[in-house]
């Protein structure tokens, strides 16, 4: 058994540009924890979706307790691997990342769908969901507590990293058209969505 989360956020922003953002998250001031970000794969399917493999590295500290127990190499960082999603048709956004390291330790799945919400144009829709477990007897319980507390925790500052990069872009923008001439060319919208992915196992 392990732990799970579940939450719904809308984020006053048009998909488009909430996905744009979404690439460009990184380095942000919340978010320092995020030490790499490298495209492994990228390709445009034949339905034209675009789907990604991102490697991510992240510290991964242990709370104080654990660090009596547990040997120092799992205190420096873990490895993340992120896979994504653009779906056009379906103006979505998904994203599945799990750790490929420690995962004894502690597993963590995240699943992310950011979808444009065709009435309201303006509104993106973030629906998010974790599976923490843990694999060690005896520890379980507490290594999924503090996994489910850091989730929490991080996953704010992860809104607050996106709205950082949403901040950017709407700053860059207002410069470019305060620069345009009235003869330039308009600027075709980012295109993506992203397909559902299958849904991991869920804990319970």
């Known amino acids: 058994m392990g732990k799970y989360f579940f939450s719904e956020t809308d984020i006053e922003s048009a998909w488009d540009l909430v996905s744009t953002a979404f690439w460009q998250r990184y380095p942000n001031p919340y978010s320092t924890h995020v030490l790499t970000e490298d495209v492994v794969f990228r390709e445009v399917t034949s339905d034209n979706c675009l789907v990604s493999r991102r490697l991510l590295t992240k510290t991964n500290r242990l709370p104080r307790w654990a660090e009596r127990i547990f040997p120092g190499s799992l205190t420096r960082s873990v490895y993340i691997i992120e896979d994504s999603v653009v779906d056009l048709s379906n103006r979505s956004l998904t994203t599945l990342t799990w750790n490929i390291n420690h ?6 799945v995240e699943r992310c769908v950011f979808h444009g919400e065709r009435e309201s144009p303006v509104r993106t829709r973030l629906t998010r969901e974790a599976w923490i477990s843990s694999g060690v007897f005896g520890l379980s319980r507490p290594i999924q507590e503090f996994g489910l507390a850091r989730f929490r925790s991080n996953q704010v500052k992860s809104m607050k990293g996106l709205e950082h990069a949403l901040s950017n872009l709407q700053s860059a923008s207002s410069s470019c058209h305060g620069d345009a ?19 991991p196992q869920q804990f319970i």
């Open 103 to 108: 995962a004894k330790f502690m597993r963590v």
């Open 181 to 199: 001439s009235k003869d330039a060319p308009e600027i075709p919208k980012h295109l993506s969505s992203a397909s559902k992915s299958q849904k």
